[in-house]
């Protein structure tokens, strides 16, 4: 696969960025000429992403999330997102529907949705060590 473009940034793991992250991946993906709807799909699935890192990732500590985006040839728009935290026990149990460790402060659906606003959803995680979700979005675009 021909890569057309790349960008990769690094961000302190704090609530605020959330925003910035979506608004960056948004601002990449634009590159491609995606329609609203693949934007705002996209913005969501970046954002559950980064969340996560930022919450559960680095629920006790104090860590770095990065965004590391690519523009493939054929508009695969591929999003890694990576931290450097606690990492999860069993990813196929996090990935199902409505499971959470957060107890009733969080509903569980965050892999949901990133798994019906992108084409593929990767998730690699070591315990102890981090995690890295990688999003994958084809933008069809207006055509
Ligand atoms: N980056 C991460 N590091 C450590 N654990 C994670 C990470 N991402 C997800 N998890 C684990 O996977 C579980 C499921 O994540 P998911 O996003 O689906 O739900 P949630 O974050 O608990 O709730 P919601 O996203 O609906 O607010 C989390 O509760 C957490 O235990
Ligand atoms: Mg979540």
Redesign the pocket.
Known sequence: MNKLNSCKLQFPARSVNEGFARAAAAAFAALADPTVEELSDLRTAVS??V???I?????ETNGAVTLDMTLYEGGLLRVK?R?K????ED?E?????L????GG??????????ESFCDRVT?R?VPGR??A?TLDKYIKGKA
Do not use: C, Q, W
């Open positions: 559950e992403a969340t996560n890192a919450v559960h990732g680095y629920r997102v931290d935290g606690v990492g999860i990813v149990k996090a990935r199902e529907p499971f959470t460790t957060a402060e969080r509903s569980g659906l965050g892999f949901t949705v990133m998730v995680s981090g995690t979700v």
